[in-house]
């Protein structure tokens, strides 16, 4: 079992619409979710991050956390064309000691 | 402020080869994490730093090392390089090592 799991495939999403992202992790002790942002070729960007079970909102993205069926889902409210971009799940693992990145999900909106 | 830096930015090498690659934290940040990340994936840990003790390795061969230095930035230098070193290498650094990481630009590395 991978220890973070991204299996959509690219996600194509009208302008204005809800894009939804999940990602699953392995290791019941994780503390700390993050959501980055990479637009191709460029490195990652934080956009998100979660600790507690629930939901958080910051503006047109809303990280959710189960720790209980451990997942992570990020929804991206009124999709623009500047989203389109892959979206990378990380979790902490290990104590903290390192960061597990799933492999990424493409997100295209088109206008 | 300036963010995490990285230097050089595109580095093209032989096999057989060495290379060093720096990179500068967040002013205040105490902990660095390596990571490479080949086309279509997501970064791969290779180690994180924190107060100048390293804190994880991932599942990289020792020919990859990193040290941190009294200033907090570091440097990840790898041996006898071969074609499949070829990525992007991502420094991130954070606060403290449960917190936000927060990445550079990255140096491409190309192997020939």
């Known amino acids: 079992q991978k220890e973070v799991e991204q299996n959509s495939g690219p996600l194509s999403v009208p302008e204005g619409a809800i894009a939804s992202l999940n990602c699953t992790y392995s290791?019941?002790?994780?503390?700390?979710f993050f959501w980055y942002r990479q637009y191709s070729g460029k490195s990652p960007e934080l956009i998100m991050f979660?600790?507690?079970?629930g939901d958080k909102e910051d503006g047109r993205f809303t990280a959710q956390l189960n720790k209980a069926s451990q997942y992570v889902s990020l929804l991206i409210r009124d999709s623009q064309p500047s989203d389109s971009a892959t979206y990378l799940c990380?979790?902490?693992?290990?104590?903290?000691?390192?960061?597990?990145f799933g492999k990424g999900n493409q997100v295209v909106v088109i206008p | 402020d300036a963010g995490v830096t990285q230097s050089p930015t595109h580095l093209i090498k032989t096999r057989g080869q060495h290379v060093t690659l720096r990179c500068s934290p967040i002013?205040?940040?105490?902990?660095v994490s390596w990571y490479q990340q080949v086309l279509g994936q997501g970064p791969q840990f290779i180690f994180q730093?924190?107060?100048?003790?390293?804190?994880g390795r991932g599942n990289f061969p020792d020919r990859f090392s990193a040290r941190q230095f009294p200033n907090y930035s570091s440097e990840l230098n790898v041996n006898a390089l071969l074609l499949g070193d070829s990525a992007l290498y991502l420094c991130?650094?954070?606060?403290?090592?449960?917190?936000?990481?927060?990445f550079g630009d990255g140096t491409r590395l190309s192997i020939l």
């Open positions: 290791d019941r002790g994780s503390q700390s």
């Open positions: 730093y924190y107060e100048k003790e390293e804190r």
């Open positions: 991130a650094s954070s606060l403290e090592s449960h917190q936000p990481q927060h």
């Open positions: 979660i600790y507690s079970n």
């Open positions: 002013s205040g940040h105490k902990s």
């Open positions: 990380a979790v902490n693992v290990d104590g903290n000691n390192r960061l597990a």
